[in-house]
Structure formats: structure tokens, C-alpha cells
């Protein structure tokens, strides 16, 4: 498929939270525990894992780890992840994507190093910031339209804002 016919298939959708996606990160997190080295970090990100804001409906997993990420993605394909993105630091995975469009569960996963988490910085500090979370909330929903059918475009739009609040949060 094109990257058009990706995001065709595969739009931004923003929907009210779910409980559901605490539960859904839990499940996914103990599979990951069984088959990652003992010392791997995970946490839930992104905005299903902040309470009352509207979020796509993609569980966002942060999993830090030292050594050789090639190994351990090695390890995250063989858990039923599919690859979408590699550098020499970071990679990402998605899970739930099907032919057919999204399964009920589905997942994004990005390997980094320990202490590239800036992702933690900017969760914690929307929920203690429940203001900040609506304005963010405005941003989504402003942009989810316009950028609908382009991923790249909706995240680039929104890191400005979300530089903005990571760096206050990484200075307090």
C-alpha cells in the first residue's frame, strides 16, 4: 500500500477516553513483561493514558531498555508487532492494524534507550495540569480534520505545543 492508501484506511479519529484503554495497556504490558529483558521499562503514553481528553483510540507504549535495540525489536516483531520506523535510537511498532481498517485494540510501540522519555514528562504533566490538557484537547480537535488522512502532518502540527509543556515539566 501507498502511504495514501495507509492513511485512507487508517484516519485520524479522536473519540471521548475509555476505560477500556487502562486495561488495554495492562494486558499488553504483562504480555511484554513475559517476553522483554527484565530490566525493560514500560509505560503507558500518549493521551489514552490521560483521563478526559479525547484521544485516537491507539494505545501509546513507551519501552526503554539499554543495550542493542535490534535485539530487542527482534523480540517486539516475534510478540506480533509490525515495524513501521527505524533509526540508529529510536524504533516504532503498531499492532491492530488490519486490512480491513483498526482491530478493537490497537497499539503503538516505541523502543528507545533509557531516559529518552520525554513522552512520561509531557503525561505528567497534562494530568496535574487538567487546563493544559483541554487546551491540547482543542488542539487535537482543530487539527484532526484538516489532517485527517496525513499522520505525519497531525503530529507536526501539534509539537510546537507539545515541546512547549515537555520542557516546563523537565524544568520543575
Not at 123 to 132: F, G, K, P, Q
Request: glycine share 6%; net charge negative; proline share 2%.
Amino acid at each position: 500500500m501507498t502511504l495514501e492508501e495507509l492513511w485512507a484506511l487508517f484516519p485520524i479519529v479522536l473519540t471521548e477516553h475509555r476505560d477500556c484503554w487502562g486495561k488495554y495497556f495492562s494486558e499488553e504490558e504483562a504480555a511484554l513483561k513475559a517476553v522483554l529483558p527484565s530490566d525493560a521499562v514500560i509505560s503507558h503514553i500518549g493521551s489514552t493514558a490521560i483521563n478526559g481528553i479525547l484521544a485516537k483510540p491507539i494505545v501509546d507504549i513507551l519501552v526503554e531498555v539499554g543495550g542493542d535495540l535490534r535485539t530487542v525489536s527482534e523480540i517486539i516483531e516475534n510478540a506480533g508487532y509490525i515495524k513501521m520506523s527505524e533509526d540508529d535510537s529510536r524504533i516504532s511498532f503498531n499492532k491492530g492494524y488490519t486490512e480491513n481498517g483498526f482491530a478493537e485494540k490497537v497499539y503503538h510501540l516505541h523502543l528507545r534507550l533509557f531516559g529518552d522519555n520525554d513522552e512520561i514528562y509531557f503525561r505528567d504533566y497534562l494530568i496535574a495540569h487538567s487546563e493544559v490538557a483541554k487546551e491540547y484537547e482543542a488542539l487535537k480537535k482543530s487539527l484532526s480534520k484538516k489532517y485527517e488522512h496525513d499522520r505525519d502532518g497531525y503530529t507536526r502540527a501539534k509539537t510546537e505545543f507539545v515541546q512547549k509543556y515537555t520542557s516546563i515539566a523537565k524544568a520543575n
